[in-house]
């Protein structure tokens, strides 16, 4: 009765078609059409009768699923307490970020507090990765070892004996089940290997995680399939050249998506950080124009960090916008506001930008300190060391009140900053932490006349002559202690 037939599917984007192509009709991605059998006798024209299943109402007892302590804190900071048994978590993040070490000091710390944990490798050999466990002076741990990558011989291996804990598969993309006849890596592979660990997974309360590769566009590969089949997806970030690293989620269904953990690469594996604000910054000490700090919040913990501006004559008939850690689009708007509503014109200008120690910015709140970088780069004029900044700036040029200002300045405080500049809204509502002078600023221009421009340089374009040097507090720490 069996009836197989077989489509093909886009490795791309996961278009289904009944004819091969060279090209993807939907996404126009060449040389990503692939064929994919499939069993037609599953229940279609005559359904067979099913089950009747029970339903319930919302209202009932809930009980908050059992969760296991990696032994690493800011592992279990980001998957909301610890790993929920069952679940299956998606680590992604580029090559060499240390997406395979993390996970095996976590099993490590894991097995070390007796629970029972398996690490299969797809990728490296049992001798690369004792090796890297010796580094981390782990050998010791129980962690228990397998070379494979058949699903099917995956799944006999941890049916036997206890169920695991948690098991590592690294990577999912190197899995594949006999069943289907495409490459390993593929989405119809990746995506049926995916199903069926998850499903044993749910069975037998083991916590999977996955290692992911990422695409050049920062996406897990095998588009997207994977992350809706997951409880929750996490990235490994980090810049190359920066010893730091940051593990976000960006999906948890046990927990909030906002939250960030922090490590630093060592020589014997990640360390967590527990104080990442000090990290981001740059020497704070020598003033140089075109540094500003952003309080930031990064799910419920506040975050500073150092926003630098370049603004440099440019050669080019098109002057360069680059951004690292921020995105590019917000980078224009800045620049367009600071153009219609503050006369600043960088239009000859390139402009540069880069969020200190490879930390990626995404909150809007950063909008003002990234105009007060550009403008102190553009003017010359550096702006206060101790002095944080926070603020969304909007089309019109006004500055919009952010939450969380308490925690920003609490944090600021923490590491001896004493003033805060931000929306005069929310200034007026908000009452400062011990050591700190709130400084707040309706408008982007009135940051920038409290940057002061001195106006010698370039009267024809800046004329900022006007403004009271009352104003001027953000100019240098000599204006500042005046006013005082
Ligand atoms: P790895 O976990 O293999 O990365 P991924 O699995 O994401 O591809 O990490 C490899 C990098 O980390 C490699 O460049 C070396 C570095 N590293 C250290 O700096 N210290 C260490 O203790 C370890 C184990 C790796
Ligand atoms: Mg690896």
Known sequence: MTRATSRFICQSCGAQTRKWAGKCESCGEWNSVCEEAVDMSGPGAGLPKGKKVKLTGLKGEIEAPPRLATGMAELDRVTGGGLVAGSAILVGGDPGIGKSTILLQALASMAQNGERVIYISGEESG????????????????????????????????????APAVVVIDSIQTMWTPAIESAPGTVSQVRAACETLIRFAKQRDTCFLFVGHITKERQIAGPKVMEHMVDTVLYFEGERGHQFRILRAVKNRFGATDEIG????????????????????????????????????????????EVQALVAPSILGTPRRAVVGWEASRLSMVLAVLEAHCGLVMAEHDVYLNVAGGMRVREPAADLAVAAALVSSLTGEPLLSNCVIFGEVSLSGAVRAVSHEQTRMKEAAKLGFEHAVFAQDAAQKVTAPDGINIRSVASLADLIASIAFVGAQKPERYSFEDVAPDDRWLKTEADCSQKH
């Open 127 to 162: 001798a690369q990765i004792r090796l890297r466990a010796e580094r981390l002076g782990v050998s010791e741990a129980n962690v228990l070892l397998g070379e494979q990558t058949n699903v099917y011989d995956i799944i006999s291996t941890l049916s036997e004996g206890p």
């Open 262 to 305: 922090v490590f630093e690469m060592s020589d014997k594996g990640l360390r967590e950080v527990k104080n990442p604000s000090a990290l981001f910054m740059g020497e704070r000490d020598n003033l140089a124009p075109g540094a500003a700090v952003f309080a930031g919040m990064e799910g419920t913990r506040p975050l500073l960090v």
